[in-house]
Structures are given as structure tokens and as C-alpha cells.
């Protein structure tokens, strides 16, 4: 298999290399003709792709060399031009446009000259516009036109990375206008939006203590009282009220605070506080008073219906395979021939379910509104189908019989290729159900889960 491999990947490259040599004497080809004919720059073009091909094309390197020169001094003639010109911009782009092509030619080691007093003139082309765009960028800068301002500081930092205090003023030019809309946040009370503007400016500024004070404005403190649980299951609701306390714990919004559960039963056992006295506007802000919280979170379990329905053998009918000898008078051999016994084999059938459904309801501690609310259900279910045979597993087909022991015109055997590959799925099948218990946690934790999308969605600012 290995030595197979290798073969293929020698063979591969190989050909590969017929091609490689095959297309670069074709562009060598076409770049000689272009030559000959005083059209230079197409041939250098086709002379660096022939290398491109084959890098070691001697003829191509030579024609590259050639022609490439020349394309290169009519670069260099446009730079010449503009520099004489005073177009500092058209000057310097001029110029790395020529550099570029003689870079593209030295990874060939092509070595194309350019005159070292070029690279004195492109000098000052530089300086010159260097000190315009900057120019350019401090009065957009000035005038607040932080994108434009942004625009030419970018392109100084392409032709000159170390220029003056450019890398300040991008800082600047980046950063200040979300520093200011996250001050602007803040005079309107936006908090949230606030914290998340400050986080985009760290250690810019003072915007480290800005969000720090941000997120504490915008800290929404919310009591989870005690779940209650309007089903005949007893406890039923306790897992719903564990699994809602674990998402909030977990779900790291950073605006969200739980109150302690322990200090609230506290609390609520101390001022003989009932839950149902709890959804009116005068009790709600009496418990947002006791506890420190903006808004009181209640949940309730509305239904659960669980349903077992236990793998049950089902006693079929079917047909086990086997071979058999027999004499062949012809060529004085035994043959082996197949058949069919009839046999019995068992089908099971199982799946449990768990339905259930849950309410959650965010009150406001200040006036007793309902801030959220939402009746969300969730069913899951599992089910199991197999087969047990006590015979050879392999040699099992479904089928009909009337009689076991009587051959009959109704006898039926499902030999198809569907049939059988059916039943051997079913042999092979998996023969464990889920419990109700671990369906039920399932379906909790995607409810609950869903409720704690929903609360950490609602923005008090927004509303």
C-alpha cells in the first residue's frame, strides 16, 4: 500500500515537472518573439512568468535581465518627470512603483540598477509630501473630521512608519470620537452602552475608571425568590429553580447581579413576606426596599407530564439462513447450497417522554410592572426499536409462515437488500432509552435557559 502511495506521488510530480518545463520554454517562446519585435515590456512580463514556472530558466533570466532593464528605466523616466514637475505625490508613487519591479525580478536574482541619485530625489518627493498629507490630516483633526483626519494618517504610515507623532495622532484620531460618545452615554444615563464604548478606549484617557464607574451605574440587582410549583409532582420545581440560578450564575452578563438566596428566605421568613403578596406594586417595593434589588424575578413550573412506555418484546416470525451439501453428479463434487428454516425472533418497541412547561415573570421594584414575562414549554423524547435473535445474527430474515412445521404457498421470505439491511440495523441497535430524569433535566435546562436569554436581553435603558 505504501510503495502504491509513493508510486502515484513520484508519477505526480513528475508530471508536474513536464508541465512546468512545458510552459515555461512556452512563455520563453513568446517573450523572445515580443522582444524581437521592440515590444519589451510585454516580453519582460512573459520572461518573469516563464521563471515563476522554472526558476532556473537561464534563457528567460537572461531575457528578464534584458528587457526587464528597460522596462524599468521607463518607470523611472515617469518618475523623473514628475519629480521635475514638483508632483510630490505622483513622484513617490512613481518611484515605489519602479522598486517594486525590480523587487519582482530579484527573486529571481535578476539584479535591475537603479541610479543611487533617484533614491535622493525620491528623498525629498517624500519629505516634501509627507509634509502635506500631514498638514492635511492636523486640520481635519482640528475640525473633528476624525474619519478624514484618519484617511491620510494611514497612508504616512504606509510610506513612513516613524514620521513625527503620527502613531499618537491615529491613537487619537481612532479612539477620541468613542471616547466621546461614551461620554455623551454617560450624560444620558446609557450606562450600558457606556461600559461597552470605554471597553473600545482602554487605557485611553481616564477610560478605565469611566467604565469602571459605567458598570457600576448599570448594574441591575435582581431578587430570585423561591419558584413555586403548580403540579401534583412534589419538587418537581426545585431542579427548574437549580437550573436557573446555575444559568444566571454562569452566564457572565456583566450588568446582571443575583441577590443571595440564603439572605433573601431570610428576609422573607423575617417579614413574613408571602409569594403571592409579592406581584403588587406596594409589596414589590417593599421587598426592592428589604432587598437591594431593582427587580424581583418569580418562577413557577406550570405542568409536567412524563410518559414511560418500556421496551416490550414483540414475538415475530422470520427465516435463519443456512448452507447445506449436496452431491453434483455432473462434476462429481458437493456443492453448497442455501436454506431456510423457520424461526422466531423478538422486536422491541420503548420511548419515554417528558413535557413540561414553565412562567417567569421580572417585576419592576419601583412601580410593580411587569418588565418581562413569557410561557415557554419544551418536550423531549426518546425512543428505542432492536431485535434479539438466540440463532446466527447474520443469517436472520424477516418474513411470513403459517406453519412451522408445513411448508405452505403463504411462506414468505424478505431476502431484498432493504429488508435485510433492516434487519441488521435493528440487530445492531441501540437498546438503552434515556430515563425520564435525564430527559426532564434536558427539557429544564432548555427552558431555563431560553427565560435567562430573555431577562439578560431586557435593558432597563432601553425601556
Not at 32 to 42: C, H, R
Not at 64 to 69: D, P
Not at 165 to 171: I, P, R, S, Y
Not at 344 to 360: I, K, P, T
Request: charged share 25%; proline share 2%; with cysteine.
Amino acid at each position: 500500500m505504501n510503495y502504491t502511495m509513493k508510486l502515484k506521488n513520484l508519477v505526480y510530480i513528475f508530471v508536474l515537472f513536464l508541465v512546468s518545463c512545458s510552459g515555461t520554454k512556452k512563455m520563453t517562446k513568446k517573450a523572445l518573439a515580443f522582444e524581437q519585435q521592440g515590444m519589451y515590456t510585454e516580453a519582460a512580463s512573459y520572461f518573469l512568468d516563464a521563471l515563476t514556472r522554472k526558476s532556473t530558466n537561464i534563457d528567460a533570466a537572461m531575457g528578464l535581465k534584458r528587457t526587464g532593464q528597460l522596462v524599468l528605466d521607463d518607470k523611472l523616466a515617469t518618475f523623473f518627470k514628475t519629480h521635475s514637475d514638483k508632483q510630490y505625490k505622483n513622484a513617490v508613487y512613481a518611484y515605489i512603483d519602479a522598486t517594486q519591479w525590480r523587487s519582482k525580478a530579484k527573486v529571481y536574482r535578476v539584479n535591475l540598477d537603479i541610479p543611487s541619485y533617484y533614491e535622493d530625489y525620491y528623498s525629498d518627493d517624500l519629505a516634501a509630501y509627507l509634509s502635506l498629507v500631514y498638514d492635511k490630516a492636523l486640520a481635519h483633526l482640528d475640525k473633528e473630521q476624525f474619519d478624514l483626519g484618519l484617511s491620510f494618517l494611514d497612508e504616512i504610515l504606509r510610506l513612513s512608519p516613524a514620521y513625527k507623532d503620527v502613531a499618537e495622532l491615529k491613537t487619537y484620531a481612532r479612539l477620541e470620537p468613542v471616547y466621546r460618545k461614551g461620554n455623551l452615554a454617560l450624560e444620558i444615563k446609557k450606562f450600558r452602552k457606556a461600559y461597552y464604548l470605554f471597553g473600545k478606549t482602554n487605557s485611553y484617557k481616564d477610560s478605565d475608571e469611566l467604565k469602571a464607574y459605567a458598570l457600576k451605574e448599570a448594574q441591575y440587582p435582581i431578587a430570585m425568590l423561591p419558584f413555586e410549583n403548580a403540579t401534583n409532582s412534589t419538587n418537581a420545581h426545585k431542579a427548574f429553580e437549580s437550573q436557573f440560578l446555575n444559568l444566571f450564575i454562569n452566564n457572565k452578563n456583566p450588568f446582571i447581579k443575583i441577590i443571595d438566596r440564603v439572605h433573601i428566605q431570610t428576609i422573607l421568613n423575617e417579614q413574613e413576606l408571602g409569594l403571592s403578596g409579592l406581584v403588587d406594586s406596594q409589596t414589590a417595593a417593599r421587598a426592592g426596599d428589604l432587598f437591594g434589588a431593582k427587580a424581583l424575578l418569580v418562577g413557577r413550573l406550570v405542568s409536567i407530564d412524563v410518559k414511560k412506555v418500556l421496551p416490550k418484546p414483540i414475538k415475530k416470525k422470520g427465516w435463519e439462513s443456512y448452507t447445506q451439501k449436496k452431491y453434483n453428479a455432473a462434476t462429481k463434487e458437493n456443492d453448497l447450497i442455501t436454506k431456510y428454516k423457520k424461526v422466531y425472533y423478538y422486536e422491541y418497541q420503548g420511548n419515554n417522554s417528558v413535557n413540561l412547561a414553565v412562567e417567569y415573570k421580572l417585576i419592576s421594584t419601583e412601580t410593580g410592572e411587569i418588565l418581562a414575562t413569557n410561557l415557554i414549554s419544551d418536550k423531549r423524547t426518546d425512543f428505542v426499536r432492536y431485535i434479539k435473535f438466540d440463532g446466527n445474527t447474520k443469517n436472520l430474515y424477516s418474513g411470513s409462515w403459517s406453519y412451522k412445521l408445513i411448508s405452505s404457498d403463504s411462506d414468505n421470505i424478505n431476502n431484498s437488500y432493504s429488508d435485510r439491511k433492516q434487519i441488521q440495523n435493528l440487530l445492531k441497535a441501540n437498546r438503552t432509552i434515556r430515563s425520564t430524569e435525564d430527559l426532564k433535566s434536558t427539557a429544564l435546562k432548555n427552558v431555563s435557559s431560553k427565560a435567562v436569554n430573555e431577562i439578560n436581553a431586557y435593558n432597563p435603558e432601553e425601556n
